[in-house]
């Protein structure tokens, strides 16, 4: 059964910086490219980052170029995202999703239960 | 980026009645390996989403045979042949053919 457990978000001040990490298990991971997708309070979903499965290949929405940075580490089945300068605009549920493809984003196909994180001051 | 328009934004179903919620593209979602990524998802109040309808009309599993996908290009439905009151929530297209991925506004389901 395909599990994704993201970590714990919480309460960020403006420009400051916050690190999820996502537990997969359930599958090969490194066999499949993994995505963030954030959902801000009441609102659609907006996809943020994917990432290859080996690791190589990363992709970021315009919204958070520059400020965030997904990464994987397939040896600890572990995707992360590290946020950077955030924004109050960030304040979302992050969802970690794996897709069906190995080389980019294209299908997801199982989504994690979500993280809050809030930018706040 | 591909934008992708749902409608209707609010959908109030009967029990039993069908439903049909449209999902058009700004671009052709036809990928030049010849297959069209375009998926549905269903997100229930409270919830994550959960994925109906993969590659425009085939069905993941566990997904009731009441729910089906279809279309082409850029015109697609994801219909509901009979609502029942577990179908109640948000529904989204969402494409996969172009960089940047996106996906529909969203359309809530709600029993009349």
């Known amino acids: 059964e395909v599990q994704l457990l993201e970590s714990e978000g919480g309460l960020v001040q403006p420009g400051g910086s916050l690190r999820l990490s996502c537990a997969a298990s359930?599958?090969?991971?490194?066999?499949?490219?993994m995505s963030w997708v954030r959902q801000a309070p009441g609102k659609g979903l907006e996809w943020v980052s994917g990432v290859s499965g080996g690791g190589g290949t990363t992709y970021y929405a315009d919204s958070v170029r520059g400020r965030f940075t997904i990464s994987r580490d397939n040896s600890k089945n572990t995707l992360y995202l590290q946020m950077n300068r955030l924004r109050v605009e960030d304040t979302a549920i992050y969802y970690c999703?794996?897709?069906?493809?190995?080389?980019?984003?294209?299908?997801?196909?199982?989504w994690g239960q979500g993280t809050l994180v809030t930018v706040s001051s | 980026d591909v934008v992708m328009t749902q409608s209707p934004l609010s959908l109030p179903v009967t029990l039993g009645q069908p439903a049909s919620i449209s999902c058009r593209s700004s671009q052709s979602l036809v990928h030049i390996d010849g297959k069209t990524y375009l998926s549905w998802f269903q997100q229930r109040p409270g919830q994550s989403p959960r994925r109906l309808i993969y590659?425009?009309?085939n069905r993941d599993s566990g997904v009731p045979d009441r729910f089906s996908g279809s279309g082409s290009g850029t015109d697609f439905t994801l219909q509901i042949s009979r609502v029942e009151a577990e179908d109640v929530g948000v529904y989204y297209c969402m494409q996969g053919t172009h960089w940047q991925v996106t996906f529909g506004q969203g359309t809530k389901l709600e029993i009349k």
């Open positions: 590659k425009v009309s």
């Open positions: 999703a794996k897709d069906s493809l190995s080389g980019r984003t294209a299908e997801v196909d199982y």
């Open positions: 359930g599958f090969t991971f490194s066999s499949y490219a």
